[in-house]
């Protein structure tokens, strides 16, 4: 089945700055793979996603690149704010809608 | 729109005992998963449903762990007996449907088992 690894399991950083966290997935067959956020007690709420047929989405501060040869795709988050602070998840999946395989999340912390 | 509801938010229960989650999707979305999430891990699905049909059931232990969509809409999540190891949280999340541009997953609070 697939195998999704994502690093650092924590990051910190100044608000300010950009943060990049990186997720590695097993599965050649995967094409979709979504970013979710969770705060500390509330639901994973998914923040962007792309397919595979697509190398870079962004939306405002957030882009995520996918490198469909290497396996790996990155979420990166510009001019990070202290509400940027939460624990990201990534995901991966053969087909949009089918079962999602999660990484195991990375902590940011944004430090005014 | 209305989210995804869940009951009950918290529950504690002693080892070998049974526990029962519900979950309500968001109106009209025809594909329903359930998700464990060990603390400090991702979730994983244990069920998808699709209306009232089972899509993949892979990951859950069959064992003590059952769940239905009877009608399509409203599920239930049960573990008889339960075990330590199933502390966790349980969260709900519905799709419209599974096809591009469909699929982005909803999730609900979530219910926190402690299992003593």
């Known amino acids: 089945g697939e195998n999704v690894e994502q690093h650092p399991s924590t990051l910190s950083v100044q608000e300010g700055d950009s943060a990049v966290i990186k997720c590695t997935y097993s599965d050649s067959a995967s094409n979709y793979f979504p970013w979710y956020k969770q705060e500390l007690g509330k639901r994973p709420q998914l923040i962007i996603d792309i397919r595979s047929n697509v190398g870079e989405k962004k939306d405002q501060r957030i882009a995520v690149t996918l490198n469909k040869t290497a396996k790996h795709f990155s979420l990166h988050i510009t001019e990070t704010q202290p509400e940027d602070s939460a624990v990201y998840f990534c995901a991966a999946s053969r087909r949009a809608g089918n079962m999602l395989t999660f990484g195991g999340g990375t902590r940011l912390m944004v430090k005014p | 729109e209305a989210g995804v509801a869940q009951s009950p938010r918290y529950k504690i229960i002693e080892k070998r005992q049974s526990v029962a989650f519900w979950c309500n999707p968001i109106?009209?979305?025809?594909?329903l998963y359930w998700y464990q999430q060990i603390l400090g891990q991702g979730p994983k699905l244990l069920i998808q449903f699709q209306n009232n049909g089972v899509v993949d059931d892979s990951q859950l232990p069959k064992d003590r762990f059952s769940a239905e969509r009877l009608k399509g809409v409203d599920s239930t999540l049960k573990i008889q007996p339960a075990k330590l190891e199933d502390s966790a949280v349980y969260l709900c999340a519905s799709s419209l449907a599974t096809w591009r541009g469909q699929e982005t997953q909803y999730f609900g609070p979530g219910t926190r088992l402690l299992v003593l």
């Open positions: 109106s009209g979305h025809a594909t």
